[in-house]
């Protein structure tokens, strides 16, 4: 799949999908999804209809799926599913599970923290950091590898990572456990010429944030996951996230993820997550990721300046801030704008989304069954979570 075609018509199929995509380290999948028509304003969370969008998903290509969903103070959290395939066992309530690109928020805030900190800037060439790592670093600023407006080709599309990558479940064993370096994929990708000139068009691209992490590893003398603990993890007490390097497992309790390869069925929940890194590693839970983007939105982790220019879209990338996507949804006769990202690496997908004044969230997971469907129930489960 090509990188270089129509980047912005690419963006918005892609924002439609909503959950729909099962390939590794998805690009923003939430999308301006049409919702039912206006009903009358409801109180609280309305649990029956998005429990029926979660048995709906379960039934249509997801094994397993957790949600929890905020309306004012109050909150639900769901489950629907199995949390293995070959028997029925209860999806915990709020079970770990692997966020994929959710990662990149997290490290676009620390990146703004710095940024805060007056120890890079947002038009800072990479070169000035990061000398020599990008052929192209003199061209391509800090603001356009947060925005993925830097032109890197996506080192995802490059390597036999995902399982429909590859043609028989040994192949598949052979790559999935395999160690990766940052700067290994990072070179992989700027052997490929620039997709389009920095700066002129938007194009999803796990590259970037590698590129970020090394970004954070050089200003602040330690690992991008150690800086994120730092500065993200500890302070909000996320006790049930981690950035896990190359540990393999998934710390329990957890739901298992599928994928069917050369008609067999693997189970795909252990993987090392090093081939993601700081675009893609994190493992969190609803509750973690709820907190997260309640406490991002508020205020609590960066400046108003910087969070405005996190939420802030424009021309050239029109539904995507710094991490960030901006989502708008038709609800009836007006628009409801959410804020947040999506996640997908093999055997799991991952929402996190809120309003702005963070009165409405959702956060919701799910595991990949054998033969993914057509993962109905996603359009209205948002709907249902945002739109009255």
Same mark, same amino acid.
């Given at each position: 799949?090509?990188?270089?075609?129509?980047?912005?018509?690419?963006?918005?199929?892609?924002?439609?999908?909503?959950?729909?995509?099962?390939?590794?380290?998805?690009?923003?999948?939430?999308?301006?999804?049409?919702?039912?028509?206006?009903?009358?304003?409801?109180? =609280?969370?309305?649990?029956?209809?998005?429990?029926?969008?979660?048995?709906?998903?379960?039934?249509?290509?997801?094994?397993?799926?957790?949600?929890?969903?905020?309306?004012?103070?109050?909150?639900?959290?769901?489950?629907?599913? *199995?949390?293995?395939?070959?028997?029925?066992?209860?999806?915990?309530?709020?079970?770990?599970?692997?966020? =994929?690109?959710?990662?990149?928020?997290?490290?676009?805030?620390?990146?703004?923290?710095?940024?805060?900190?007056?120890?890079?800037?947002?038009?800072?060439?990479?070169?000035?950091?990061?000398?020599?790592?990008?052929?192209?670093?003199?061209?391509?600023?800090?603001?356009?590898?947060?925005?993925?407006?830097?032109?890197?080709?996506?080192?995802?599309?490059?390597?036999?990572?995902?399982?429909?990558?590859?043609?028989?479940?040994?192949?598949?064993?052979?790559?999935?456990?395999?160690?990766?370096?940052?700067?290994?994929?990072?070179?992989?990708?700027?052997?490929?010429?620039?997709?389009?000139?920095?700066?002129?068009?938007?194009?999803? *691209?796990?590259?970037?944030?590698?590129?970020?992490?090394?970004?954070?590893?050089?200003?602040?003398?330690?690992?991008?996951?150690?800086?994120?603990?730092?500065?993200?993890?500890?302070?909000?007490?996320?006790?049930?996230?981690?950035?896990?390097?190359?540990?393999? *497992?998934?710390?329990?309790?957890?739901?298992?993820?599928?994928?069917?390869?050369?008609?067999?069925?693997?189970?795909?929940?252990?993987?090392?997550?090093?081939?993601? =890194?700081?675009?893609?590693?994190?493992?969190?839970?609803?509750?973690?990721?709820?907190?997260?983007?309640?406490?991002?939105?508020? =205020?609590?982790?960066?400046?108003?300046?910087?969070?405005?220019?996190?939420?802030?879209?424009?021309?050239?990338?029109?539904?995507?801030?710094?991490?960030?996507?901006?989502?708008?949804?038709?609800?009836?006769?007006?628009?409801?704008?959410?804020?947040?990202?999506?996640?997908?690496?093999?055997?799991?997908?991952?929402?996190?989304?809120?309003?702005?004044?963070?009165?409405?969230?959702?956060?919701?997971?799910?595991?990949?069954?054998?033969?993914?469907?057509?993962?109905?129930?996603?359009?209205?489960?948002?709907?249902?979570?945002?739109?009255?």
């Amino acid at each position: 799949m090509t990188t270089t075609s129509r980047p912005r018509t690419r963006h918005r199929r892609r924002a439609a999908a909503v959950l729909a995509c099962a390939t590794l380290l998805t690009a923003p999948a939430i999308g301006a999804a049409a919702a039912p028509p206006a009903a009358p304003a409801r109180e =609280g969370v309305d649990r029956r209809a998005a429990q029926e969008a979660l048995d709906a998903l379960t039934a249509t290509g997801a094994q397993a799926v957790q949600a929890r969903i905020t309306d004012g103070r109050r909150q639900a959290v769901l489950t629907s599913g *199995s949390a293995h395939h070959d028997r029925r066992t209860p999806v915990p309530r709020d079970g770990r599970f692997r966020a =994929g690109s959710i990662t990149k928020t997290f490290v676009a805030t620390v990146v703004l923290q710095l940024v805060a900190e007056g120890r890079v800037g947002l038009e800072d060439p990479v070169s000035r950091h990061l000398p020599g790592l990008l052929p192209d670093g003199d061209r391509i600023t800090v603001r356009m590898l947060l925005q993925h407006t830097s032109g890197l080709a996506n080192y995802t599309e490059l390597i036999p990572s995902d399982p429909s990558a590859v043609p028989t479940p040994g192949a598949y064993e052979q790559v999935r456990y395999q160690h990766h370096e940052a700067r290994d994929l990072i070179a992989l990708a700027t052997a490929r010429p620039l997709d389009f000139e920095p700066g002129t068009a938007w194009n999803y *691209s796990n590259t970037g944030y590698l590129v970020l992490g090394e970004l954070v590893e050089a200003l602040t003398g330690e690992p991008y996951a150690r800086a994120v603990e730092e500065r993200v993890l500890q302070p909000l007490r996320l006790r049930s996230t981690s950035l896990p390097g190359d540990r393999v *497992s998934l710390p329990p309790p957890h739901a298992h993820g599928y994928a069917r390869i050369d008609g067999q069925v693997v189970n795909v929940t252990r993987l090392n997550p090093s081939v993601a =890194g700081a675009a893609g590693e994190l493992v969190s839970t609803t509750a973690d990721l709820d907190r997260f983007l309640d406490a991002l939105l508020d =205020g609590e982790l960066l400046p108003p300046e910087l969070l405005a220019e996190m939420k802030r879209t424009t021309q050239v990338s029109p539904a995507y801030g710094l991490g960030l996507t901006v989502a708008p949804l038709q609800c009836g006769t007006s628009v409801t704008t959410v804020y947040g990202h999506d996640g997908g690496i093999p055997g799991y997908l991952s929402t996190a989304l809120s309003t702005e004044d963070t009165d409405r969230r959702l956060v919701v997971s799910l595991t990949t069954a054998p033969d993914p469907g057509e993962f109905r129930g996603q359009v209205e489960l948002i709907a249902g979570a945002f739109c009255d």
